[in-house]
């Protein structure tokens, strides 16, 4: 029986619909990844899944319970780490976890050999007596992934997780959130901008526009895409520009001085241009299509713009916090 | 029920232990009925002259001061709701599973408690004002502090729940503190004012909780008696329901009421509000 089932799913905001009728299922163990860019409703369907927002039509089970129904039910089956910071400042990080673990009705000896395991793997064993007022925006997200842990929920909703975190920190968490999942079956529920860390994800849904435009494997989805890619550069790109438009009949774009194009069965075609171009290439280089090439495709937009777009979406969630 | 007694509890302890962590905030509900009791005491005191029972102007308003601070800080249970909605934290309280009941009726019991607490230390200075404490006083007083400041922490409750800044509910409590303060018979006896404003004050649960409070201290003299004012006018210091002189007991009873209708219509906006 699958863990997460949702039929029909909507949400509507005055005018706005945020969640436009989605269905689908998440088995039990599994890593499911939920793309889209800002705004396409990804928050929005998680909060009706953990039970903070009440659809406005369409059902939804969590662990075989109604969210509508069951919610207490469905409360305690999952873990929500939220999209922006939901600590408290003023409680220390011990605290904020013996809240947490209090709420839940974690066990006293289970609760303190969770948050030394936990708090050891984030690497904030040592502040734990620390206010939060004190920790740096890493520290915090990271509290917040070891909070949503510290009752092992079956589900784990991880609303951007790692935004922020340095690549080490995202590895060594992730490292241990497959580890749970191998050994008691933790499904995971993700959304993230971030293509290496949806990489991870056994399936994946992209949303737009509050609808799911895809759902399958990370690698049919990229077989979806149409060919690899191919990136040249050369002294004269326009001379590679147009032979690979008149004489292969391909479409070329060009970014940042390297031409690139999408090719069918790559391995072949490179030899067989190499061969027949008539000026002096510097570099050539054949890749399989990235989620990054998935989500272009499928959504018209980039996931995200370098790193200028991570410091405006965290300055979005500092906004949001302070409005 | 379970997920009701451990929202109760869980929410009431994480109110306490952000009391203990967060002290301007005890400072900042001292300040203002300090404030008062000095002013109004010294400025006062000589033109009021002495009340019967040998009794004081300041030894009259100290009893309504620690009514006072024990309402300031009651009324802060609804800023709790509000800066933990600003701020996120109320996500992680709605996400686990308690109870919405439960939560609202944590956040009171915290409120009331930290209340509590401010009131007991209030007590501090009663032999500075010239009055004596004794255990039976305290048995007394702390029961009543209590009901009195649940009853209030519902009224900070359900104007918190469809507030979404801090701001504007801090509005909201300024406009509500002092009306609530000065009906209340703190600084003079409810029998004196006009007819209308009696009225007023007779729905003021702090009314009730200022006459109990007094009369814990003063003696039920104190109240249903009278006061000899300048030009030998004389009114009752107390509280007079339906032509009857309230005690102790019943003063209880009535903030009692008040509070339980309070408290349910916070508990019932909230459920509304968040699903
Ligand atoms: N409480 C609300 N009231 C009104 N509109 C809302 C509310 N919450 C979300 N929306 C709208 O619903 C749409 C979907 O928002 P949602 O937060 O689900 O997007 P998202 O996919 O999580 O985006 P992001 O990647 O930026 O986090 C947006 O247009 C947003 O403005
Ligand atoms: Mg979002």
């Known amino acids: 029986m699958p863990i997460i089932e949702v039929d029909n799913l909507s949400k509507q905001f005055g005018e706005i619909k945020a969640v436009d009728g989605v269905s689908f299922k998440v088995e039990e163990g599994e890593v499911f990844g939920f793309l889209g860019p800002n705004g396409a409703g990804k928050t929005t369907t998680i909060n009706m899944l953990c039970t903070l927002l009440r659809p406005t039509s369409g059902q939804a089970r969590v662990a075989g319970l109604d969210v509508i129904k069951d919610k207490n039910d469905v409360r305690r089956a999952i873990g929500l780490v939220f999209q922006e910071t939901t600590l408290d400042d003023y409680l220390t990080a011990e605290q904020n976890i013996l809240f947490h673990a209090l709420a839940y009705a974690v066990p006293s000896e289970v609760r303190k050999q969770r948050t030394k395991e936990l708090l050891t793997l984030m690497e904030l064993w040592e502040r734990r007596k620390s206010k939060i007022r004190t920790y740096s925006g890493g520290m915090k997200r990271r509290l917040e992934i070891a909070r949503g842990l510290v009752h092992l929920p079956r589900v784990l909703f991880l609303d951007e997780p790692t935004l922020g975190l340095d690549p080490q920190t995202r590895n060594r968490i992730w490292e241990y959130i497959l580890d749970l999942r191998e050994k008691q079956g933790l499904t995971i529920f993700l959304t993230t901008h971030y293509m290496d860390e949806a990489e991870h994800s056994d399936r994946i849904a992209v949303i737009d526009h509050g609808k799911i435009v895809a759902l399958n494997t990370p690698d049919s989805l990229k077989d979806q895409v149409g060919g690899d890619v191919l990136t040249i550069s050369s002294d004269n790109n326009e001379l590679v520009e147009d032979e690979l438009r008149d004489k292969y009949g391909l479409v070329p774009e060009v970014n940042n001085g390297t031409v690139s194009v999408r090719v069918p069965g790559g391995e072949e075609f490179l030899p067989q241009f190499v061969r027949a171009y008539e000026g002096t290439l510097q570099s050539i280089g054949l890749r399989r299509p990235t989620l990054e090439d998935v989500f272009l495709h499928l959504t018209g937009r980039e996931i995200r713009d370098e790193k200028v777009d991570e410091r405006a979406l965290m300055r979005n969630a500092m906004r949001a916090r302070y409005r | ?275």
């Open chain 2, 1 to 275: 029920m379970s997920e009701t007694y451990r929202g109760i509890w869980v929410v009431a302890f994480r109110e306490l232990l952000r009391f203990v962590a967060d002290r301007s905030r005890m400072i900042s509900s001292f300040m203002f009925p300090l404030i008062f009791l000095v002013v109004f005491g010294a400025g006062f005191s000589r033109i009021v002259g002495r009340l019967e029972g040998d009794v004081n102007f300041i030894q009259f308003i100290y009893p309504g001061i620690i009514a006072m601070t024990v309402v300031m800080s009651s009324l802060f249970a609804g800023t709790s709701v509000v800066v933990d909605r600003e701020y996120g934290f109320l996500k992680e309280v709605l996400v686990a599973p308690l109870s919405r009941v439960g939560i609202i009726l944590g956040k009171a019991l915290g409120g009331s408690l930290t209340a509590l607490i401010q009131g007991t230390i209030m007590l501090a200075i009663a032999p500075l004002v010239g009055l004596s404490i004794s255990p039976l006083l305290v048995l007394q007083l702390l029961p009543t502090l209590l009901v009195l400041s649940l009853s209030l922490s519902g009224l900070g409750i359900l104007m918190a729940t469809r507030m979404r800044s801090q701001q504007g509910f801090q509005f909201l409590m300024q406009l509500m503190v002092f009306p609530l303060i000065f009906l209340s018979g703190v600084f003079f006896p409810v029998q004196g004012v006009p007819t209308w404003l009696q009225i007023v004050a007779k729905f003021n649960p702090l009314t009730y909780g200022v006459d109990a409070i007094r009369q814990i201290f003063l003696g039920p003299r104190a109240s249903g008696s009278v006061a000899e004012l300048p030009g030998n006018e004389t009114i009752s210091t107390g509280v007079i329901l339906f032509n009857h002189p309230m005690g102790i007991i019943e003063d209880v009873a009535v903030i009692g009421a008040i509070g339980a209708v309070l408290l349910l219509a916070g508990v019932w906006s909230f459920s509304r509000t968040e699903a």
